[in-house]
């Protein structure tokens, strides 16, 4: 470090110091904490420049606190440095349309998968819920951005991505490629299944939901009408492997099923706050229903699965879901770098944090080989043999798995991917 690096740190560390001294004496009891934590902030900063081993890449370090800083508050607030957020809007402003179909999320700091979209590049690739990508394109994804992350994994229809995955039955991370693509649009998954052995010709409605979009959403309204002409009188909706989409999308499917009742909040400390209704006006299936969830369901669908259960709706089987249900928010910085920042949480009817404790299933049932197998191996086979959609089956007629319940509290943790990358040997940028 150059004398001229030097007397600039010391200036910058006497200005915070001497805001922080201002700031206390005026008394501005509000931001206390804050000005305590820029008195830390500057103090380590001190210390590092002043007594680490070797004279340290100062801009590194204070990129690297900033992500820290961001990653401490959620999986989905992050910080993007010039570079990135430049890279990022310029993609963005190419309007490249060859993707990925992942949904993602942060653990153990590194980037993992929360869902595949089936028929996309990433299932074609062999990437599964729970994958933990220790690299993607040549970059670690430690400190990296879910936005960023994103960013890499879209371009040109036809280029590829080099992905480096982590999996827990896995020896050593897989090195995968995908070809990215214009994705098609999601399809709604349609059975029907008899409803007894009993041969009376009566069935009940099975619908898949891949994603949350505006499309499906009144596909799905379309179905259930025909459901209903066609007399069917109980339905399964699965939302397992359902990540993607709009939020307003999942108020306005939640919709079509309550006559009434709370489906959602959102909160936020300097945010509109909102409250969402049921519209009886809306409501097209007034029948019997299931709802199937997992840790792979997510955001948007975490506020219809909640909705549903929170109104006495119908039951909601299989595992606790991921935890993302928020809004975020881009806020450019003075430097050329950005924030992504959560600005609210949904809130179930009963008011919990969705983004905090996920969605609990009213009857629990244990993950298995054949319940976490991925959307497109179950669509290769008929829904009536998976045992999840069974155990709903006999739950809607009033079966022994309705007495298996658990309390909608937080009573089990979320369920994590993969262990994470070695912290000893990062990988490579």
Known sequence: MNRQTRIVVLV?????????????VLGQAANERAYRSLTVFSEVLQHIHQDYVEEPDLRSVTAGALHGLLEALDPYSSYMSPAEFAEYKAKKAA?????????????????????????????????QHGDVLESIAGFTTREMSVGQAENLLAGEPGSTVRVSV???????????????????????????????S?????????LRIPALTAALVAELREQLVQFDRQGVRQLILDLRDCALGENAEAISAARLFLPSGKIASLRGQKFDNREFAADPARVVWPHPMAV????STSGPAEILAAAIAGNQ??????TRSFGSASEQRLLPLEDGA???????KYYTPDGKPILDEGVAPTVEFASSAEETASAATRERRSY?????????????????????????????THAEPTEPPNQEQPPAA
């Open 166 to 196: 982590v999996r827990r039955a896995a020896t050593e991370p897989l090195e995968l490629t995908l070809t990215l693509a214009r994705l098609s649009p999601p399809q709604l998954h349609v059975e029907r299944f008899p409803m007894g």
């Open 384 to 412: 009536q043999d998976d045992p999840l959609v069974r155990r709903a089956l006999e739950v809607l007629q009033g079966g022994t798995a309705a007495a298996h319940t658990v309390p909608t509290g937080r009573s089990q």
């Open 338 to 344: 950005a924030l992504i920042l959560t600005v609210a």
């Open 313 to 318: 709706r119908g039951q909601t089987l299989g």
């Open 12 to 24: 910058v560390s006497l200005f915070v110091f001497g805001y922080v001294a201002f700031g206390y």
């Open 198 to 206: 009993d041969h009376s010709g009566a069935v009940t409605g099975f």
């Open 95 to 127: 309007g490249a349309v060859g993707e990925s179909g992942l949904a993602l999320s942060k653990r153990f700091g590194y980037i993992a998968v929360v869902s595949v979209l089936p028929g996309s590049p990433a299932e074609k690739a062999g990437l």
């Open 292 to 295: 199937l969830i997992s840790n």
